[in-house]
């Protein structure tokens, strides 16, 4: 962490989220340090808002790895009726994943195929079954979404104010000086 952002390390870390399975172990330090790298002047409020951006980033991610783990469930479930689920778990784990072995990729389609599915109707009678679910997954990540675009907005609003403090400063000296022109004498005799 560089010198601007070790003086809000104790506020950073209220912040962060407790690890859930999955979950990199510096994942939210990486989002929230390339967030307040972007910053043109951090500040206490600017480098919150970045915090609590990281955190947003974060569970939107969990929510979207939480809704592909619904989907893959229940497509575990809907094949279990037909094969024994324990058999299957793993390897149809690592077919969704992308992972498996040729041989296995064909084992597990082999009998995806038998239950009278192919991987893409399988998991549209997966998403069809698991409508509620889905759902309530997609309201999580559809707030996440509103609350990022917030931070954002926010962030930048921080980072214009002393630019236009500074812009506003300009055009007061301007009007100072324009008037100063307009009546051939300095203000302060006016």
Not at 47 to 75: G, P, S
Not at 134 to 157: F, G, H, P, V
Request: proline share 4%.
């Amino acid at each position: 962490m560089n010198a601007p952002l070790s003086k809000h390390v104790s506020l950073v870390s209220a912040f962060e989220p407790a690890l859930l399975p999955g979950d990199p172990p510096e994942l939210f330090q990486h989002i929230y340090t390339g967030l307040v790298s972007e910053l043109s002047r951090p500040s206490l409020l600017a480098e919150t808002l970045c915090a609590q951006l990281a955190e947003a980033m974060l569970w939107l991610q969990r929510h979207q790895r939480d809704k592909h783990a619904a989907i893959a469930e229940r497509m575990l479930a809907i094949m279990a009726d037909f094969m024994g689920e324990d058999r299957l778990r793993l390897r149809f784990t690592y077919v969704l994943a992308g992972t498996a072995s040729d041989e296995v990729r064909e084992e597990v389609l082999d009998l995806v195929y038998q239950k009278g599915h192919t991987l893409e109707t399988l998991r549209g009678a997966a998403m069809r079954s698991s409508q509620t679910v889905l759902i309530n997954i997609d309201c999580l990540i559809d707030r996440q979404l509103k609350t990022i675009r917030q931070l954002q907005k926010s962030i930048a609003e921080v980072e214009a104010k002393p630019l236009a403090l500074k812009r506003l400063s300009l055009q007061v000296d301007k009007l100072v000086r324009d008037a100063e022109a307009i009546d051939g004498k300095p203000a302060s005799d006016v």
